[in-house]
């Protein structure tokens, strides 16, 4: 063989591969595979017996398919409990969002006055602050005013995170509001509260239920300060719930499985039904 007639070939062979219409399909498949893989695995494991679960080599497929760990995690577990406990915290923060969030932005775009550009950016400013340098004061300040092991402790630090950047998203929607519409509601004698719930809302609703599933499934995947300041079972939501089948001789892994597959059925349920929604609401909020 020649000096350079490998490498040669080598690069043909790239190169090929790289002209081949099917390589960008080929490459997304591989990426999926690796990215849902974790997700296939606790989808089986929560099918399986539990000394199934601890064969080796172990089992691509269940091979004693059950549904016991499912039965045991909603039954003989506080699970429902921690399910509603995430239900409640989640659907508290998108309603405080939209409701609140929506008068705020409303008055910062429609009805703007000197400074409520820098207003506007100084809700996204706070929103660059991570969110584990306010796990210690809140914590201290929760302790202070007995909001520690409480759920609105929960949700109001689920508020703090997400009402920032959900202003600031429903900001470009607003943005993108027709003028002409208010001024002639306004001409009308429509007041300003009016023109918002009867004019404005109705039009982009598409963008305020995007941001309202933005802010349900942040809040629903929220887990540290949750873990931080909660206590008791019967408030813990079920991210932090988990932790209830890791015991001292060892872990219940198929029920601990069923249980986080549950906590991801209802946030990718909800996605996929509303999906249009946030699709056309983003969209709404980029076009000025």
């Not at 002639?184 to 598409?206: E, F, K, N, Q, T």
């Amino acid at each position: 063989m020649k000096i350079g007639t490998f490498p040669r070939k080598f690069r043909r062979g790239i190169g090929r591969i790289l002209d081949w219409e099917g390589t960008p399909y080929v490459a997304i498949i591989l990426v999926l595979c690796y990215l849902l893989f974790p997700f296939y695995w606790i989808l089986i494991t929560s099918f399986k017996s539990i000394g199934e679960v601890f064969t080796w080599p172990p089992s691509l497929i269940p091979q004693d398919f059950t549904l016991s760990p499912y039965a045991f995690s909603l039954i003989y577990t506080p699970v429902p409990t921690f399910l509603a406990n995430s239900v409640i915290y989640s659907l508290s923060v998108a309603m405080f969002i939209v409701a609140v969030g929506s008068i705020t932005t409303y008055g910062l775009t429609i009805y703007s006055y000197r400074g409520s550009n820098k207003i506007s950016l100084a809700f996204f400013a706070t929103r660059m602050i991570p969110p584990q340098c306010l796990w210690l004061p809140l914590f201290i300040l929760y302790k202070k005013i007995g909001l520690l092991d409480t759920r609105p402790g929960v949700i109001i630090f689920s508020i703090i995170l997400a009402y920032p950047l959900c202003v600031w998203i429903l900001k470009g929607i607003f943005d993108a509001f027709p003028r002409e519409l208010i001024d002639s509601a306004s001409i009308d004698g429509c007041s300003r509260l009016g023109i918002l719930y009867r004019i404005v809302m109705p039009v982009i609703a598409p963008g305020i239920a995007a941001t309202a599933i933005i802010a349900f499934l942040w809040t629903w995947g929220d887990f540290m300060f949750p873990f931080l300041i909660l206590d008791s079972e019967s408030l813990k939501p079920l991210t932090v719930g988990v932790y209830y089948f890791e015991g001292e001789e060892g872990v219940m892994w198929n029920a601990l499985c069923a249980t986080m597959v549950l906590a991801l059925v209802p946030g990718v349920a909800f996605f996929f039904i509303a999906q249009k929604h946030i699709i056309r609401g983003l969209a709404a909020g980029a076009i000025k």
